[in-house]
């Protein structure tokens, strides 16, 4: 059964303070690794998709990357307007459908 | 914007009753994906349709049905709801290229209540 586990659960941040999310995951054979971003009572906004280790991507502030076993969410300089709930979402090869299983999130606030 | 809509944005019910949730996907996505998101278990996959034929389906409940209409819009029917139904159903969409890597867009969901 595939697993993602995210942690820290919750992360307080003072702006400019950079850090990182992880998330671990188990999964019999990696199609692909996300990364969204979920704002409270809206729909998770998609950021990243990795596909092998070792890739990265950048976006603003953050940068994704991917191992063999986990995935890190890095914040450079964080903004209050980074704050968010952050998900981590594995797609596994050998089966029929294309479904997501999340981690439980990552909760960050960043403070003025 | 993801270009996913979800519609209705809350549904107030009372328990044993019946409701109909209903999804457009983006333009140009054959998928439509369904979520549910508690507070208790995190974002779970419902079940997946492609072009009209379910595909995968997940921890659905047997009370709970879907279907994708030859427009590609999709409804998710919730019958006999019970208090721990209770939850934001989110929709998501994508190509369904063939090599199995696409990316799904989420809508901004339907937050039910069953009172």
């Known amino acids: 059964e595939d697993q993602v586990t995210q942690s820290p659960e919750a992360l307080r941040l003072q702006e400019g303070e950079s850090s990182s999310l992880n998330c671990s995951y188990t999964v019999s054979g990696l199609r692909g690794l996300f990364w969204y971003r979920q704002d409270p009572g809206k729909g998770p906004e998609f950021l990243f998709t990795?596909?092998?280790a070792g890739e990265e991507k950048e976006k603003e502030r953050l940068k994704a990357t991917l191992t063999k076993k986990e995935s890190f969410l890095h914040i450079t300089a964080p903004k209050p307007e980074d704050s968010a709930t952050y998900l981590c979402a594995v797609q596994a090869w050998g089966w029929a459908g294309n479904m997501l299983t999340f981690g439980g999130g990552t909760r960050l606030m960043v403070k003025p | 914007d993801s270009g996913v809509t979800q519609t209705p944005k809350h549904l107030i019910t009372a328990t044993g009753q019946r409701v109909t949730l209903r999804c457009s996907p983006r333009s140009g996505d054959l998928s439509v994906y369904w979520y549910q998101q508690s507070l208790d278990q995190g974002l779970q996959f419902l079940i997946q349709?492609?072009?009209?034929?379910?595909?995968a389906k997940g921890n659905i409940l047997e009370r709970f049905s879907a279907q994708q209409f030859p427009d590609l819009h999709s409804e998710l029917n919730l019958s006999s709801l019970e208090l721990g139904d209770s939850a934001l159903y989110f929709c998501a969409s994508s190509v369904g290229s063939a090599s199995g890597r696409d990316t799904q867009y989420f809508g901004p969901g339907t937050r039910l209540t069953v009172l």
């Open positions: 990795l596909y092998s």
């Open positions: 349709y492609y072009n009209g034929e379910e595909r």
